[in-house]
């Protein structure tokens, strides 16, 4: 079995579409595992802040410039980050101008108790979307929920929770992370599309995340063993029916 691991930081359901359809469908899959979640929250509340306009209007085009901390700010910077002197000293001066914090670059707004529905009929869409995307590439589509300890005891997350990302007080931001899991098993349901309901299956308090919703090597293991129990059939067959 070759394992292809396309999962990529930051990324939501969105930006796993595009890679679908760009690159990863070269790779001619067998099964293709949707594993998604935490990233798509952080959409919940663009569309309140700005809720007459749709997420690609909030969504600027590539600009190297925006990002100080992965590109050079012009020919001088180029040149002076050849010492890493200086790299520590603009490192540290970046820090005080640019908020960011343990997932990138901090977004601006107040803490709310509220959301637009929006969110998760923007990630159904996408969910839709990547199960069709998936068989169009002659591949099995597999849908799993994410461990998230989000979802764990009675305050609804703890301290290791990013939770300045959503900008939603605990109580939404639970709400949120249950919907998304419900429309992975609603669109499972729909679709006859193979689920895999990991938020259940492994427990997020038995040292299975190292913060809010990141794996721990135990973790890791636990997946991997749950993961791959969950496609051996699948893979078997694929195989005899002669997709390889």
Partial sequence: VEVVNAGTPSHSTIDALGRLTSEIWLYEPDV???YNGWNDLKNFRARAISPERPLAVLMSPFDPATDPYRYYQGPLDHLLSRSQLYIKFRTAYLG????VGFEGFLPEGEVSSTYEPFGSRQYEQNVRNFVDIVRNMGSVPVLSTQVTSVLAGDEGFDERTAAEYQ????????????????????VAAEKDAPLLDAAVALDPEADMLEDHVHL????????????ADFLAPLIAGSASAGGG
Avoid at 216 to 223: F, I, L, V
């Fill in 32 to 34: 293709v595992v949707l």
């Fill in 96 to 99: 005080t101008r640019t908020p």
């Fill in 167 to 186: 900008l939603l007080d605990p109580v939404s931001l639970v709400r949120a992370y249950e919907e998304l899991h419900e429309v992975t098993r609603a």
């Fill in 216 to 227: 721990s090597p135990e973790g890791s293991e636990a997946m991997a063993r749950l993961l």
